[in-house]
């Protein structure tokens, strides 16, 4: 019986209960098989149909118990991994006006949905917009033993941003150093209360903000957001080139915008071309992890702060959102085990 649980296939992908070494037991009561299932993911979103497909294999009834436990893994040579974070994960673009804030918000929501603990420091400190995406708008986090203690938004994500601090119509005119030194504040001064998945939402571009961020922060893995559009591509692959040469792994590709959906009749047309994520994914070996629409409920969402009603709602739209979320989650899973912080640092006399 065993080998069968083992072999059963899990809903994505190529992976099995055996791939995944996620069996704990088994055991029968009163004619139905329970089983207790432990993913290096979270995977509560597959146990319908993972049922299912144990129940068809083994011709009997099946309970399932799904948990997960998430672990830190490594991050570039020589920075040490932080306390109360589990794995950073950097979701960049290369240019502006791609949807990268969008898409981190929404990502976050997803694993989130799925039981992760989730968080989010607004890196974008030129025009932080998560405050207003995850309807935490004029909320300011409190202070404990000196540290700042993350604003919870509905959907349990902790968030820090600079928006927390300032007025919403204060414009922050600091040099690069000025915003690197604020930004490394905001990570390593906040008390992140044991966070899975930590998204930084990064400012658009690949200059000495990026640069800095990505040589100072032990980040796990990146996420890159483009259009199809051939302008944002360029810039994507030079976003890809950065974390490449900084030893970051590139987790994947998300193609945003990738078709317009009329609110009225539904029919979609590819405003800025078709196809770029592919050629992008293909010319770089890096997964396209999904394509995502320009659609009406995911701007208004966005603007009044809403994503847990947009996940509710619109569960086609939420799919998208969970399937790219859980691909990077199985991707982390497949990273080495973070050993950083377990022997002591080596001084010199």
């Not at 509560?44 to 299912?52: D, G, I, N, S, V």
Request: glycine share 8%.
């Amino acid at each position: 019986m065993e080998h069968i649980i083992n072999a059963l296939p899990l809903p994505c992908g190529k992976r099995t209960i055996g791939s995944e070494k996620a069996l704990q037991s088994i055991h029968e009561q009163n004619g139905t098989l329970h089983i207790k299932l432990q993913f290096p993911y979270p995977a509560q979103h597959l146990a319908p149909e993972l049922r299912q497909t144990a129940e068809q294999a083994l011709q009997r009834p099946v309970e399932l118990l799904i948990s997960h436990q998430i672990l830190t893994r490594k991050v570039q040579a020589g920075i040490n991994t932080i306390n109360g974070i589990k794995n950073i994960i950097a979701v960049a673009s290369g240019k502006g006006g791609v949807g990268k804030s969008t898409t981190a918000a929404n990502l976050a929501a997803a694993l989130a949905r799925m039981g992760a603990k989730v968080g989010i420091l607004d890196a974008d400190l030129y025009g932080p917009s998560q405050p207003t995406m995850l309807g935490l708008t004029g909320k300011k986090p409190e202070q404990r033993n000196g540290k700042f203690i993350p604003v919870q938004s509905a959907e349990g994500i902790r968030v820090m941003s600079i928006g927390f601090l300032i007025e919403p119509e204060q414009a922050v005119v600091w040099r690069g150093p000025m915003v690197s030194q604020a930004l490394q504040q905001l990570l390593f001064q906040s008390d992140w209360d044991d966070i899975d998945y930590l998204f930084v939402d990064l400012p658009p571009g690949t200059g000495d903000i990026q640069l800095t961020l990505s040589q100072k922060m032990p980040i796990t893995g990146a996420v890159i957001v483009t259009t199809p559009q051939d302008i944002a591509l360029i810039d994507a692959r030079k976003a890809i080139d950065m974390f490449q040469k900084v030893n970051i792994p590139v987790l994947g590709i998300l193609e945003n915008m990738s078709v317009h959906i009329c609110s009225q009749c539904g029919h979609q047309e590819a405003l800025f071309g078709s196809g770029g994520g592919n050629r992008l994914s293909e010319s770089v070996n890096v997964p396209l992890l999904g394509k995502l629409p320009l659609s009406l409920p995911i701007r208004e969402a966005m603007d009044n702060g809403n994503t847990a009603a947009l996940h509710r709602q619109h569960t086609e739209i939420m799919r998208l959102y969970r399937d790219a979320a859980f691909r990077i989650a199985q991707t982390l899973s497949e990273q080495g085990k973070d050993y950083s912080n377990k022997f002591p640092k080596i001084i010199k006399g």
